[in-house]
Structures are given as structure tokens and as C-alpha cells.
């Protein structure tokens, strides 16, 4: 069974930082590509930073230079690294496979930035 767990959201300052981390389970998970979306409330999911197997990064303009996805393929995890964090930044973030597997996103973790 495939199991994606979220966790590290919380509440914090603009210009503050969090470290997402998921851990994955009943998948081969050195072999895909996995990603780390958000939604934020009235929007639609969105892709946020994406690792290939090999390690090679992208991620969406809006967050480039700011977040840092990396994975460790001996503990099944992919973390992000959030900095500078800023109020539109505010979402519930998943991890997932990138393509997305429809029928496994999990519960996700809420990031709420705020003064």
C-alpha cells in the first residue's frame, strides 16, 4: 500500500523558514521523480519543486532561489526547505510523484505564513 506522509507545516513570521519533510512507503522510490505541490484556499494544486532520481531540481518561478527540495533515497524522503518565507507562500503542501499518482496524494501540512 502506498503511504505519503506530510509533516513540518506550522505557523510562521514573514521572512521566516520551515523544513517540509515526507516520507514515503510501498513504492520503489529511488526510481521516480517526486515533487512537492501546494494549494492554497480558492486555487487549484500546483506543482512548487520536483527532484529527479539523479538529484536534478527545478521549481516554479515563485519560489525559485527561495526553497530547496532534496530526497534520500536510503530513508525514502523528500524534504523542502523553505526560506524567506512570504504571506502568498500560505497553502497546505503534498508530496507526491511527478507526474502526480492521482490515487495517493496524502493528508498534506499546513504552512501558514503570517505576522
Known sequence: QVQLVESGGGLVHPGGS?????????????IYTMGWYRQAPGNQRELVASITPGGRTTYVDSVRGRFTISRDNTKNTVDLQMNSLKPEDTAAYYCNGNPAWRSYWGNGTLVTVSS
Do not use: D, P, Y
Not at 520551515?18 to 529511488?30: D, M, P, Q, T, W
Open 18 to 30: 520551515l523544513r517540509l519533510s515526507c516520507a514515503a512507503s510501498g513504492i520503489n522510490f529511488r
